[in-house]
């Protein structure tokens, strides 16, 4: 097993530090996530593209995404310049929204795509490790809830914003949108003080630790840690379950309306999930050191309550009103899943490694989740394939009440 470390040292970052981390996480909410389901709307309404194109393009992000998270999250433990490289991925990302409607060829929007999928990669490790690096494993349950409770209030501005655009103006100032909040998350970014990270902890340990156990020794103990790798398998199941169910939703509700409608309906989902997700982030945050199991048992059992929930009506805003519950689990999911990883690989130095390649694992259920979603969609109905995904999410919370322990300060 990796040492872990008896005393828990807590960093004073400057107040200056901590805003601009805020403001980060605000507007990389947009960012990070880049078109999502709003680049479907513009290829097929404004593009007038074909179903088999738009999937094409549609899985270019996630796939390129997938590939780079486990290189992003090592290079995230290596590097000292994480500041640096957020604000390249950043502006990267705005350049990729700009050249997508500026130049709207077939080739220029996959690339612009693979570019955001490449770029998002990098995010998720950054940010967290910046986040221990400021404020120690100490500060970092409820530094965390912050983190993601800015996160979601920035996913409802821009979902607001985007709902807005498409509906009133064009579903290219979407595109625009994402460009401005990129950069806007740059300048924050930069904002962020680098003599107050402490990039030794943002690692996930000491050098003491790091003495104790070289990064050769780390990789065994980590991949020899069942707690880990069966953590990594319930996130799977649960992303598995998860990701195709608001595609899902959204197809349901768009049935027989026009785009700006198509996108108003999608913006109300986000909204919804999104404005519950930031009351849950920072609860979540708060009640963290007392216990992180049980707290991740009710985000993973409100999923297949949804899924079944979804298949007893067809009422337009009843079906919104269930994205309250994609909420509470994004909302408990999005801090513990961090903090987990940070429990489990405590003096490794491969925190954001772990977190990497546990993002890879779980980029690779979501998409193969969208694609057996559609398959069986085709074949069945909406109903069966919502009830088949709550199964899953069901399988999902049985590995974790059964064999992921729990890992919060009283465990040690």
């Known amino acids: 097993m990796v040492k872990l ?10 107040l200056t530090s901590l805003r601009a981390l805020d403001a980060a996480n605000f507007f990389l909410a947009d960012v990070r996530d880049g078109l999502g389901p709003y680049l479907a709307i513009y290829l097929l309404t404004t593009l007038h ?24 999250g090592a290079l995230v433990d290596q590097t000292r310049r994480k500041r640096a490289y957020s604000i390249v991925a950043s502006l990267l990302i705005a350049l990729s929204a700009i050249v997508t409607i500026t ?16 770029a998002a990669a990098w995010f998720t490790p950054a940010i ?43 579903t290219k100032g979407i595109f625009l949108l994402l460009a401005a909040m990129s950069v806007l998350s740059s300048l924050s ?36 840690n069942r707690s880990i790798l069966f953590f990594a398998l319930a996130c799977v199941l649960f992303h598995f379950a998860n990701a195709a169910m608001l595609p899902l939703l959204g197809q349901r509700l768009a049935q027989g309306i026009n785009a700006g409608t198509s996108s108003a309906y999608m ?8 404005l519950v997700m930031i009351p849950v982030s ?18 993973f059992a409100v999923l297949p309550l949804r899924g079944l929930l979804y298949t007893l009506t067809g009422d337009p805003i009843l079906l919104v009103a269930i994205q309250v519950l994609d909420g509470v689990g994004a909302g408990i999911f999005g801090v513990l899943s961090i903090l987990i990883v940070s429990d489990l690989t405590r003096g490794s130095g491969l925190f954001n490694t772990t977190q990497g390649a546990i993002a890879t694992a779980v980029g690779l259920g979501a998409s193969l989740s969208n694609a057996f ?40």
């Open 128 to 170: 967290a490790a910046i986040t221990l690096g400021l404020v120690g494993p100490k500060g970092l349950d409820k530094r965390v809830g912050r983190n993601e409770t800015f996160n979601h209030a920035g996913n409802v501005f821009a979902a607001m914003l985007a709902g807005l655009l498409g509906y009133y103006v064009s």
């Open 267 to 274: 913006s109300a989902c986000i909204i919804v999930a999104q």
């Open 5 to 14: 470390s008896p005393k828990l040292t807590a960093r004073q970052p400057g």
């Open 373 to 412: 979603a559609g398959i069986l969609l085709q074949q069945t109905s909406y109903n069966i394939a919502f009830l088949t995904l709550a199964s899953l999410a069901l399988i999902a919370l049985g590995v974790l009440w059964f064999f992921v322990p729990e890992t919060g300060p009283q465990a040690s």
């Open 49 to 72: 593209w074909n179903a088999q194109t738009i999937g094409i393009a549609m899985s270019v992000m996630g796939i390129a995404t997938v590939v780079a998270q486990t290189p992003a």
């Open 103 to 118: 130049v709207p060829t077939y080739s220029v929007i996959l690339g612009g795509q693979a570019i955001m999928g490449l």
């Open 282 to 299: 920072y609860l979540t945050g708060k009640l963290a050191p007392t216990g992180r199991k049980r707290l991740l048992l009710i985000g």
């Open 189 to 224: 970014i930069w904002r962020i003080r680098e003599e107050d990270i402490d990039h030794q902890r943002a690692r996930g340990c000491s050098e003491e630790e790091e003495q104790a156990n070289n990064n050769s020794s780390g990789w065994q103990a980590l991949l020899g």
